[in-house]
C-alpha cells in the first residue's frame, strides 16, 4: 500500500503564495508519478498538476499555468506544488494522488487512473 499526506494548506489572500506538499510512504516503488486534484465547494474534483518521478515532465491544467508549479523529491518522497498569484477561485480542497501506471500523457488529467488518494488539504484564497 501507499501512503499520501498533503500539509501547506491555509488561508491566503489574493495574489499571494502558499506551498503545498505530498509525502508518500510504504510501497512507493509501485508509483509512477504524483498529481493534484481540487475541489471546490460544489464542484466536481478537477485536476491541477503531475510529475513523473523518473524524469521532470510535468503536466498542467490551463487554469494554473504560469502560477502553479509542481516539483518533487525523489529521496524524501514527496511532491511540491508552489501556488502563486492566488485567485479566489483557486479555494478549494487539494489532494495529491499517485497512479501505478500511466500509459498516455494525456491520461495524467483523468482521475480514474489515480490508485492512491490523500486525505487532502484545505486552501482558501480571499479577495
Known amino acids: 500500500q501507499v501512503q499520501l499526506v498533503e500539509s501547506g494548506g491555509g488561508l491566503a489572500q489574493a495574489g499571494g503564495s502558499l506551498r503545498l506538499s505530498c509525502a508518500a510512504s510504504g510501497r512507493t516503488f509501485r508509483t509512477y508519478g504524483m498529481g493534484w486534484f481540487r475541489q471546490a465547494p460544489g464542484k466536481e474534483r478537477e485536476f491541477v498538476a503531475a510529475i513523473r518521478w523518473s524524469n521532470p515532465t510535468t503536466y498542467y491544467a490551463d487554469s494554473v499555468k504560469g502560477r502553479f508549479t509542481i516539483s518533487r523529491d525523489n529521496a524524501k518522497n514527496t511532491v511540491y506544488l508552489q501556488m502563486n498569484s492566488l485567485k479566489p477561485e483557486d479555494t478549494a480542497v487539494y489532494y495529491c494522488?499517485?497512479?501505478?501506471?500511466?500509459?498516455?500523457?494525456?491520461?495524467?488529467?483523468?482521475?480514474?487512473?489515480?490508485?492512491?488518494w490523500g486525505q487532502g488539504t484545505q486552501v482558501t484564497v480571499s479577495s
Open positions: 494522488a499517485a497512479p501505478r501506471i500511466i500509459w498516455f500523457n494525456s491520461k495524467w488529467s483523468y482521475e480514474s487512473e489515480y490508485d492512491y
